[in-house]
C-alpha cells in the first residue's frame, strides 16, 4: 500500500508543470486531487510518528491538529475563494463519507475474512454520544434561521461563533475522556506504537507534505468552479462527493487495513473519530477562522445536508448498537451512501 502512496506523489511535479502549462480548469482539478491524496496520507503518517514521542494529551492534540489537515487547508483555501457552500458541502461529505463509505467498506472487507467481528460497546457509544452532540450543535443553528428568517445575518454568526467555540471545547474534553480519566476504554486504539522515524524525518515531512498540500489544495479550489460549468456537476455534488473522497482516502485505506486484520476497534476509531473530529474540529476552526476574510461561513447548513448527516449518524448508531458487525451490515452502509451519493449529483 505504502508503493502505492508513493507512486501518486507522482501527480505533484505533473499538476505544477499542468498549472505552469495553463492547462485546462478539469485536467487541473482533477491532477491535484490524485497529488493530495498521497499527501494526506504522509500527513497522517507524519503525525502518528510524533505522537508516538509525545504524552497522550500532546499526542490527542496533534491529532486534532493535523489528523485532518487536508479537509483544514481545502476549507481555507475555498472560503478565501467565497466558495462557502462547497466547504460546507465537503464537511458534509467527509462525515456521511467516514460513517457510511469509509466504515462501511471497511465492515463489508473486513466481514469476508471473519464472520462477525467484536469491538468495545462502551467506546463505541462514546464516540457516537459525542457524534450526536455535533448533529445537535450543526442543527440548531439551521433551525434558528428556518424559524426566524428575518433574523440579522451578525446574529447568526455570532451564534455561529459560540456554537463553534462550545464544540471545540467539548471535542478537547473528549480527548481528555480518552487519554487521561477513561483510557481503559480504548485499550487497543491506544495501543502503543513505536516509532520509526526520526524526529528530524518526522516534522520534515509534516512540514513539506503540509506545505505542498496547501498549494495543491489552491489549485484544486481554483478549478471547482470552471468544473462545475464544464461538466454539469453541481458545487455541492463536487464538494460532498469528489472533494470529501480525496480527503478521506487515507482513512479509507487504514479503516480497511485494520478491519482485514480483525482490529474494529481501531476500525471504528478512524471511521467515526475522524467523522467526530470533522464536525467538532474542523468545522468550527473553520467558522472561526472565516471572520477574517469578507463572506465568513456560518453553521447553518442546508436541510439536504443536515438530513444527509442525521440519516448517516442514525444508521451507523444501529450498526454499532451490539457491540459486533458483520460484511452485510457494510453493504447496507456502503447502499446508504451510494443513495445520498446519487441524490447529491440530481440535487440542483
Known sequence: MQKVFVALLGFIPITIAASVLGSSPTVLFFLSALAIVPLARFIGRATEELSARSGPALSGLLNASFGNATELLIGFFAIRQGLVEVVKASLTGSIIGNLLLVLGTATFAGGWSYKTQQFNLSAAHANASTLLLAVIAMTIPAIFYQTIPSMLSATIESLSLLVSALMIVTYLASLWFAFRTHPH????????????????????????????????????????????????????????????????????????????????????????????????????????????????????????????????????????????????????????????????????
Open 185 to 348: 476504554l480504548y485499550s487497543e486504539e491506544l495501543e502503543h506504537y513505536e516509532a520509526k522515524w526520526t524526529l528530524k524525518k518526522s516534522v520534515t515531512i509534516l512540514f513539506t507534505a503540509t506545505l505542498t498540500a496547501a498549494g495543491m489544495s489552491d489549485v484544486l479550489v481554483h478549478s471547482i468552479e470552471p468544473v462545475a460549468l464544464g461538466l454539469g456537476w453541481t458545487q455541492q455534488f463536487i464538494g460532498v462527493v469528489v472533494v470529501a473522497v480525496v480527503g478521506n482516502s487515507a482513512e479509507h485505506m487504514s479503516a480497511i487495513s485494520m478491519a482485514l486484520r480483525n482490529k474494529m476497534d481501531l476500525t471504528l476509531q478512524i471511521s467515526i473519530g475522524s467523522a467526530t473530529q470533522i464536525a467538532m474540529f474542523v468545522a468550527p476552526v473553520l467558522v472561526l477562522t472565516s471572520i477574517i476574510f469578507p463572506n465568513p461561513m456560518s453553521l447553518v447548513f442546508s436541510t439536504f445536508e443536515l438530513a444527509a448527516i442525521i440519516l448517516s449518524v442514525l444508521i451507523v448508531n444501529q450498526v454499532v448498537a451490539d457491540g459486533e458487525s458483520n460484511w452485510f451490515e457494510g453493504l447496507q452502509l456502503m447502499m446508504a451512501y451510494g443513495i445520498m451519493a446519487v441524490a447529491f449529483f440530481l440535487h440542483t
